[in-house]
């Protein structure tokens, strides 16, 4: 007997029971097709809703929670920031360059149709070890499609991180984060209210590309090379100019107050942007197949329905204002149809032709809010308690030759960054070598400057989630608080990127789960409201899933930009001190995977001294007291040390450090501070009077970097290895320069 | 349709850079090929192909017309040159 | 009266609020001319400002160069009045022939945002009037296509009448003789790849592209003063 229709479109047999149950008889092919895409995993967040209820989603200047395109917060002055963050894992794996550069547009729709302005992306980028030729494969066409969409669509990418891990062999993460700003009153949310008025599908042509993107690549995992060349059709091609022109043309139409609202079209396509602009206001909708102007001939209702053709927008009209949208549209050489009418009693109804058939008619609220919540098992891995994890885990290895060791952990990511072009719009102060992006606010409107800026971060550490995922992420959120501080700036809102495994797997639930608790406790501990997320599941190849991996963006403020940040700059001469306490625990460093050990139990984080370090941190940087700061994270106290060397060209002696474990712990609450002599004294202050423990470990200068009885390396050799690591490794013939 | 363009045809412009003109492009393949065992490859040079469909009256008008394209349009005439080859269109319509 | 610069909008270009916003700074005033348009209305001087212009498709700058804004600005530097392409603008420039040569891909085939030394090779230009020659500037590129090639006569004529006006010290992306900027015979349009708009304000890394704007102001000042004297 041949597989029921549901089964291949990805719908379980007890979901099809659902959507009979909701229509009260048998679906159509074409129902059962816009059912699928709207209740896959991507849509529907069916597996991970119950979970991310939990997270608080509220706090002052919160304009627009989860559950919209972006969060918006107010970030004074009359400007609002819109900020979303996604993922775009699997079609990266399957077309690096394509996967990539289509995040990147899919995002910047998310945020020009709150009525933002896109003014910065962030890039998140993880993938196999360096070793492994085609993990740079996809590493290398990640940062083109990145770099020739991004430059081109001209948003700015300030930011992100590059991490290689062989937990992503076959499996890369392609996060993207986008920053948009508006005036406030110019908000606008993704709704179609009005009976009558029409909705105009602006942008490309629809084709085939993408059809059932979303059930055939974001919700189910890779098994081997060919199937995964059978999934090739389904990815999408990019046309950046396309969508530069679609940016200027919505914006136009948002300021002439032409748009009743307005939706982008991702995963799911035309079915998911007009069933959820009708159900959230709650209005149904009459779509005219026919209408929607095509690129490929012979296609079904259900492929136009379904289809992921990028760089188009649903704008929900009035009939009034028709001609000026065509007129608007029409300068920016930008396609325009109305394909669909508002209409009272709840119905999304697909016709062919007006007055034709009706080929579908289905509750809009029931494809996007209907699908079933899945409470999927959740076990804790074997031996999870903190006492067997302390006894029973393996011992850590002892360092051999610390030098080596640091060595091996240093690489320059400017051979990613130095593709992006991440100085337009003339706002990036501090750009992607800092520990944040800080970038100049100025009205969206006017130009106006405010003196003041916003901060990006994002950050995320598999290695600490993958031994603890509650801990580990509850410490993510710290180093982003950390982060923003070492530029100056207090954190506002955060997004998150969580990328797991097979949730099907109880143990992966469970890390899901436990990462959302984690986020939850240290989000409330910190006063910060979660505005947006996504999740990707299925993270996984040849059945083993990836080392759970929440990522985070922090929007933070700097309330005076008087001067740059001081960066992770070394004047030699200028002391260093080590602000916060050294717990000297392994477990979870980047030291320990290197030398092959996993498990045991993560520092302690204590979110009071957190931010008072974080507090105190600021306060000297935005008194322009330190020369130079970093964040202690990723490779601990020597890491840190060393890329202030090699980003600086100067050396660094230090002395006071116990052993390996102090030197290499990524124990969190630490900043390294680079302070001039003659106000070492009022930095020591300003640290005791805010009660925060800190201790002078040395001195900037020479041509080595030495920390007494564990390591002295030549600077030129760290250079070298630094600056060379990645561009070698790439295939980068020569160094420029 | 005017009626005076009886016929179409098949058109393929070759664009490619001038002789002596640096092609970093060709250099780096021609560089990885040995490292992937293809030995004695030299001369490499990347160009890009443009092809369209063209009503003329006859092949030679199509060739003129496309010819005429390259020189206002398709190359830059300061770096790169082009080769144009013109077919009758298989199905087409008389 | 402050000198009217008009800031050249194709679609796809996106540097044209950027040179704006550093006109203004400077004391200028700014307008954006709309590429359909015909006309360059009367400004004093005009910027084709970076970007991707018709998304660079086909070759950087080949769409753009046909647009009717093209043909008044010919005109407007026939009549001596002051123009500068950035970057993409340089690249547009090239390909209507107001300026000689053309903009490759970069030696590293990557495209590269990064700060550049540039040493002033000649201030007889409407955009390096207020340098020094042999003044270093830092000055960011962001390009892919920016590695400067023209033939060897072409070469030596620009050499001969000191028509290179800016050179890279560390040369980035394989560009003939090191050359960052160009100017054409009369000396009054002037292409270059690295961005001065992006060099504006020490808060953001260098503000070295002060002196090149200036010129350019100074050129619109001067064609403004002649306008209002006739």
Redesign the interface.
Known sequence: MPEPLHRSLGLTDDEAESIRQILGREPNHLELAMYAVMWSEHCSYKSSRVHLKRLPTEGEGVLVGPGENAGVVDVGDGIAAALRIESHNHPSAIEPYQGAATGAGGILRDIFTMGARPIALMDPLRFGSLDDARSRWIAEGVVSGI??YG??V?VPTVGGETVFDETYADNPLVNVLCLGLLPKERLVLGQATGVGNLAVLLGSTTGRDGIGGVSVLASAGFGDEESDADKRPSVQVG???EE??LI?ACLELLDAGLVVGIQDLGGAGITCATSETASRGGMGMDVDVRAIPLREEGMEPFEIMTSESQERMLAIVEPGGLDQVLAICEK??IRASVIGKVTDGGALRILDGWDGEVLAEVPAASLHDAAPLYHRPIAAPAGWSEADRRLAGPPMPESVDAGKELLDMLADT?WV??????????N??EGPAGDAAVL?LKHPAT?ADTGRALALTTDGNHRWCAVDPRRGTAMIVAESVLNLAVVGARPVAVVNCLNFGNPEHPEVMWQFSEAVDGMTEACLAFGLPVIGGNVSFYNESRGSDIDPTPVLGVLGVVDR?E??PPGTTLVAGHRLLLVGVTQPELSGSLWARNQGHRGGVLPALDTAVHAAVAGAVRTLVTGGLVSGAHDVSSGGLGLALAEMAVRSGVGVSVARIAGAAELFSESPSRAILAVAPEVLTNVENVLEHAGVPYARIGVAGGDRITVKDLLDLPLAEAVGVWRDRLPHALG???V?? | MCESWAMRYSVQVEVRLRPG??D??GA?IERSLPHLGFDGVSEVRVGKMIRFVIDAADEAAAAAEAEDMCRR??T?P??EDSEVTVSVLEGAPA | MSPRVGVVLF??S??E??VQ??VRGLGGDAELLWHGDATVGGVDAVVVPG??A??????PG?IAR?SPVMAAIQAFAADGGPVVGICNGFQVL??AGLL???L???????????MATLEVASTDSVLTSACTVGQQLQV?I?H?EG?Y???PETLAALRAEDRVVLRYV?N?N?SMDDIAGVCNESRNVVGLMP?P??A??????SDDGVPLLRSLLAAAGAAAGATVGA
Not at chain 1, 417 to 426: A, E, G, I, M, P
Not at chain 3, 104 to 114: E, I, P, S
Not at chain 3, 200 to 205: A, D, F
């Open positions: 770099s020739g430059n081109s001209g046309d950046p100019f530069k022109r200027e920016w050489e400017s960054s130095s593709q992006y072009d991440h100085q337009l719009f003339l990036t102060v100049r130009g930009l001067r740059r980068e013939g020569t420029q320069g | 003109i640096a970093p492009q780096t349009f398709l830059n300061v770096i | 679609p796809g996106n540097c609020m950027d916003e550093a970007g991707f018709h998304g660079d498709y086909l070759r080949a046909f090239t390909e000689p040569g053309a490759q891909k970069n030696r590293g085939l990557k495209f590269l945002c990064t960011p962001n892919f590695n090639t023209c033939d560390g980035p394989g961005h708009e992006r504006i304000s020490p808060l953001l890394g």
